[in-house]
């Protein structure tokens, strides 16, 4: 069999091969620059095993080598039986100090052998070194030295390798392949194959923060104990809370709770009332998927399980949604802003954060955004085929009243749909007499969902607390009184800020971002906690919304300027919702960001196509492609950060590896 290669195709695979050359020594050179350490200069290797011991302060043993007089380059500590990751330290007297000096602290992770060693950059001969280590490591004598100049292991990380490859070569395929400047189809299965492997990209992504930040020890309230009581047939928890919390005469005020044990004596952020604990969480992601698996297995389905499998769908729908809008609205949008806008918009929804602590209070957002999406796009779907478009309106109807029960601050996602849903009914009152029949099909296309879901969550609500309209809020015992918490409207220009414009903190340290608690001076309650950014720092597509005015003039489509002004104006409305309701923390912008963001990518598309000189398209492209490097780089990290560092905290190994797969200098 002959192949057919013609000389682009021969162009391609030489430019691939010499991109693999590259990525090749890049890997064996540069990220394993320690490894030559010593290469160049005399340095003699030498197994220290005599110490002095200095003292121990805070839990740290501190043990000297002294008078080496001798030039080092690298320290390699000889421990043994060593389990858990651990920290150490060194400290160093050159010809520059006659004092010691300490340098940056490294962890010594037993089953990656280059955490053992540490490069070391002196002025001539080190006088004498001093080790930091935990103390208990000392105390069980399982430190026994030290080797001076030993060469630091040479590793070929392939993973690393693959990444690079990966990044270099999508650059290469961007700036040449001509595909990516073709007008986008729906029906072209390259461009398709292209946004998949993109998806599966942050499937990826997604597999590994989700898989090692997950801590089920913290997690049991929902998933086992709610569990438990709805097996039983009932909304209220089987464990009630100690005769001590029943007899405080305001057991929501925390600080009458100080005393007592949480989750012994009550259950942290369940409702409480009328002597019985609830979970205020939304119910219908325990009906769906953990209650059934615990029927069928008579085991408890994890969270983090359920957050993986709805970030999925999530990723997917945010997929579908922009290249139907695109396909329904456009005429003509270059390829390459369609995997631009992809990748921010899965990036900046926020989807890899909340895997990054897998939680309940994770689990009913996603769950609830799921929902919502799904709704919009079986919406979609409805004007894009006049075929089975009642049916589609039903189905996404019910969808986004579903989501409800998830959250209830995603009812006010249906505003989304309203518009829409006045045009149809208008439509149809006008064509009353030619087809009532499409009428009544509107009517109970939309009215069936949400009044038997309405209707449910009030049932719901009203055998719980006895009224149906109270989700539990009130009832929370939390770290603060909801019932009495009052008006916090001078608190949303605060909050506004906050969610929407605060900056991130970034380090020169891996994952190069911290959380933050920086609030504007306010002289009053309000709830912050661990903010990343706000969403339009976190996805800068979002400032596009600043030309929502010239964008109302100029736009022909009606229904397209609908849907911006929708996505946006909601988007916004549930952000001051937020802020009034609860306060801020990065989670609570997973439930509007991808409005906010979708919104100033249509915005940014409808701008690019009216542009009239190539000076300007490109200026915009570029601008483009550097948000989107930014927004997806900083989607990773946030999701590694998360609200706690839960991959530090519950996979320290894995996150130690990953920091000095990195930062390879270290």
Request: proline share 3%; with cysteine.
């Amino acid at each position: 069999m002959k192949l057919n290669l013609t000389n682009e195709k021969i162009s391609i695979l030489k430019k691939l091969l010499l991109l693999c050359i590259i990525a090749f020594l890049i890997e064996v050179i540069v990220f394993n620059i320690t490894s030559y350490r010593i290469l160049f200069g005399k340095y003699e290797k030498k197994e220290l095993k005599e110490f002095n011991f200095l003292y121990n302060q805070d839990g740290k043993a501190f043990i000297e080598f002294p008078d080496l007089n001798m030039k080092v380059g690298t320290v390699n500590l000889l421990f043994e039986n060593i389990k858990d990751v651990t920290e150490y330290k060194i400290y160093f007297s050159d010809d520059t100090s006659s004092e010691y000096n300490g340098l940056n602290s490294k962890k010594y992770i037993p089953s990656y052998n280059k955490s053992k060693y540490m490069p070391l950059y002196l002025s001539g001969n080190a006088r004498g070194l001093v080790v930091s280590i935990d103390s208990n490591i000392y105390d069980d004598e399982n430190f026994k030295g030290i080797i001076v100049n030993d060469t630091i292991p040479f590793e070929f990380n392939f993973i690393r390798f693959i990444i690079f490859l990966g990044i270099m070569t999508s650059i290469y395929f961007l700036n040449t392949l001509n595909i990516f400047n073709e007008k986008y189809s729906y029906f072209n299965m390259k461009q398709e194959v292209i946004l998949l492997l993109i998806l599966a990209m942050f499937f990826g992504v997604l597999t590994f923060i989700n898989t090692y930040s997950a801590n089920e020890e913290e997690n049991k309230v929902y998933n086992e104990l709610f569990v438990n009581a709805l097996e039983k047939k009932q909304v209220y928890l089987i464990e009630k809370p100690s005769e001590e919390f029943m007899k405080l005469e305001d057991p929501y005020d925390d600080l009458t709770r100080r005393e007592l044990k949480r989750d012994k004596d009550y259950l942290w952020d369940t409702a409480y009332y009328n002597g019985k604990q609830y979970i205020y969480f939304g119910i219908l992601p325990a009906l769906i998927s953990f209650l059934p698996y615990h029927l069928i297995t008579e085991k408890y389905l994890q969270i983090s399980i359920v957050i993986f499998i709805f970030s999925i769908l999530v990723l997917i729908l945010l997929k579908e949604i922009l290249t139907k809008i695109i396909k329904i609205f456009f005429d003509e949008v270059e390829f390459k802003i369609v995997v631009y806008s992809l990748i921010t918009l899965c990036s900046g929804s926020l989807v890899l954060y909340l895997n990054g602590i897998p939680r309940v209070y994770e689990l009913v957002i996603i769950a609830g955004l799921y929902f919502v999406l799904q709704g919009i796009y079986f919406i979609l779907k409805s004007i894009e085929f006049d075929r089975k478009k009642y049916l589609n309106i039903f189905i996404g109807s019910l969808c986004l009243a579903l989501s409800v029960a998830c959250r209830p601050t995603d009812l006010f996602a249906s505003l989304l749909i309203l518009p829409y849903l006045i045009y149809m009914l208008i439509q149809n009152i006008k064509n009353y007499r030619e087809s009532p029949k499409s009428f009544y099909k509107l009517i109970l296309a939309v009215g069936i969902p949400y009044i038997t879901v309405g209707l449910s969550l009030m049932y719901y609500n009203y055998i719980r607390f006895g009224n149906v309209f109270e989700f539990g809020a009130k009832y929370q015992l939390t770290i603060t009184n909801m019932a009495k918490l009052g008006s916090r409207v001078f608190s949303i220009p605060v909050g506004i800020a906050t969610n929407l414009f605060s900056i991130p903190n970034f380090i020169l340290k891996f994952p190069f971002i911290v959380n933050h608690n920086n609030l504007i001076e306010f002289y009053g309650y309000y709830y912050i906690e661990n903010m990343i950014g706000g969403v339009f720092i976190v996805a800068p597509i979002c400032f596009m919304n600043f030309k929502i005015l010239n964008i109302n003039k100029n736009i022909q489509n009606k229904k397209l300027k609908t849907i911006i002004n929708s996505l946006l104006f909601v988007g916004l409305f549930i952000a001051v919702l937020s802020v009034a309701m609860a306060g801020s923390n990065q989670r609570y912008l997973a439930d509007y960001a991808w409005m906010i963001i979708l919104s100033g990518i249509l915005i940014y598309i409808t701008i690019y196509n009216s542009l009239k000189t190539d000076e300007g398209s490109k200026i915009y492209k570029k601008m483009f492609a550097i948000i989107t490097v930014y927004t997806f780089l900083l989607g990773i990290c946030s999701g590694i950060v998360s609200e706690k560092s839960y991959l530090k905290s519950n996979s320290p190994d894995i996150y130690y590896k990953t920091e000095y797969t990195v930062c390879f200098w270290e």
